[in-house]
C-alpha cells in the first residue's frame, strides 16, 4: 500500500468558510444528486424541523417519508447482493498488486477495530451506564441477546429497530422517552460508525504514505464524529460516509478507500453492534436523567423475573406495502410526539 499514488494537482484546497457554505445545496434538490453527504443531512434537518412545526398538517408528509425510506433501504438490499462480487475485486486487485503483506494489513485494522469497539462499549458506556443508573452493562446485553443475534445475521442495526424500541419500553423507560430517543440515536448516536471512519481513515492515510500528525488526527476524530451524524443503519452506509467524510476533510485520501472495502463486509458487524448498544445506553441513561424510568420494572426484566412477551410485537407484513393511517391517527400521533416533546422540556 506504500506505493499507492495520486495525484495532488486535481484537489482544490478550501478554507473553513468555503467548507462550511459547501454544506448549502444549490437547491432543495441539488444535494440528492450532488456528491456530498452534509448536503443531505443539512437538508434533513430543515425538513424534519419544519415537519414539527408544521403539526397535524405534516402528517401525510411524514407517512410519505416513511415510505420512501423504505423503498430506498429495499433498493440497497437489492444492490447490495452484488456487493460481494465488487468485494473480491477490490481485495484480489489489492492483494494481487502488494502481496500477502496487504493482508495482513487488512486482519491488523480488523483486529485493532474490534478491540477498540469492545473497549468503547464495556469500559466507556459500561462504566456511564453504572455510574447513572446502577445497571450492569453485561446484564444489558444479556437482556437484548435476540437483537445482537438478529444484527450481526443481518449486518445492520436497522433490523432491530423495531425491536430494540418494544424491548426499551418493557425494561421500563417511558413510552415518550424511546419514542424520541431510540429513532433519533439511529441517525445521530453512531458510536461504531464514528471509530470506524477515524480508523479507517488514519490506515488509508498510513497505506498511501501520508501519514497523519497528531493535530491531523484530532481534527479528524472531530470531523468523522460529526459526519457519522444522518449515515443510514444499513449494510454498506459506513463505506458510503466514509467515502464522503474524506473527499470533505482529505479528497487525496479517497482513492485509498478501494482498499477496505473486501474487509468492510466484516466490519460492518462490529459497527452495527456498537451503534445498537450505544442506542441502548443512551435510552436508558436519558430515561433516568428525565425521571422517566421505572427502576424496580428494570430490575424485575434484567434479573429474568419479567420476561420479553414476543407476542407484542407486530407481525411481519411479508414485504407488502405499509397501510396508510386514517387522518385521525395521523393527528393522534403528532399529539403524541407534541406530549413526549413537552415531557422531555
Not at 116 to 127: D, K, M, Q, Y
Not at 189 to 207: K, Q, R, V
Request: charged content about 15%; glycine content about 12%.
Amino acid at each position: 500500500m506504500s506505493s499507492a499514488t495520486y495525484d495532488a494537482s486535481t484537489v482544490e484546497a478550501k478554507s473553513t468558510t468555503e467548507f462550511l457554505m459547501g454544506i448549502i445545496p444549490t437547491t432543495f434538490f441539488s444535494a440528492f444528486t450532488g456528491e456530498s453527504v452534509l448536503q443531505v443531512l443539512f437538508i434533513a434537518l430543515l425538513v424534519g424541523f419544519a415537519l414539527q412545526k408544521m403539526g397535524p398538517k405534516g402528517a401525510p408528509i411524514m407517512v410519505a417519508v416513511k415510505n420512501l425510506q423504505a423503498l430506498a433501504f429495499r433498493i440497497l438490499g437489492m444492490i447490495l447482493w452484488l456487493a460481494p462480487i465488487g468485494a473480491f475485486g477490490a481485495i484480489a486487485a489489492v492483494v494481487g498488486k502488494t502481496g500477502f503483506a496487504a493482508i495482513v494489513s487488512l486482519g491488523i485494522l480488523m483486529v485493532a477495530f474490534y478491540i477498540t469497539c469492545a473497549v468503547f462499549i464495556f469500559a466507556v458506556l459500561g462504566s456511564l451506564l453504572y455510574a447513572v443508573t446502577r445497571v450492569n452493562i453485561l446484564s444489558l446485553m444479556k437482556y437484548l441477546g435476540r437483537e445482537y443475534l438478529l444484527i450481526v445475521g443481518t449486518s445492520s442495526s436497522e433490523s432491530a429497530l423495531p425491536r430494540l424500541i418494544a424491548e426499551m419500553e418493557h425494561l421500563g423507560v417511558s413510552k415518550p422517552v424511546v419514542g424520541i430517543t431510540v429513532p433519533t440515536g439511529y441517525s445521530f448516536n453512531l458510536d461504531g460508525t464514528a471509530i470506524y471512519l477515524t480508523m479507517a481513515s488514519l490506515f488509508i492515510a498510513s497505506g498511501m504514505g501520508v501519514p497523519m500528525s497528531i493535530p491531523e488526527q484530532i481534527g479528524l476524530l472531530v470531523f468523522m464524529v460529526i459526519a457519522s451524524k444522518g449515515a443510514a443503519g444499513v449494510t454498506g452506509a459506513g463505506l458510503a460516509t466514509l467515502a464522503g467524510g474524506l473527499q470533505a476533510f482529505r479528497p487525496d485520501l479517497v482513492n485509498g478507500v478501494g482498499v477496505i472495502v473486501g474487509i468492510d463486509r466484516f466490519m460492518s458487524e462490529g459497527r452495527a453492534v456498537t451503534n445498537f448498544t450505544g442506542n441502548a445506553v443512551a435510552t436508558l441513561l436519558i430515561g433516568t436523567w428525565t425521571r422517566q424510568i421505572d427502576r424496580e420494572q428494570v430490575q424485575a426484566v434484567l434479573s429474568g423475573r419479567a420476561p420479553f412477551d414476543e407476542a407484542t410485537l407486530a407481525g411481519d407484513d411479508h414485504g407488502g406495502l405499509p397501510e396508510a393511517p386514517a387522518p385521525e391517527q395521523e393527528q393522534a400521533a403528532v399529539r403524541e410526539l407534541h406530549e413526549a416533546g413537552r415531557a422531555l422540556r
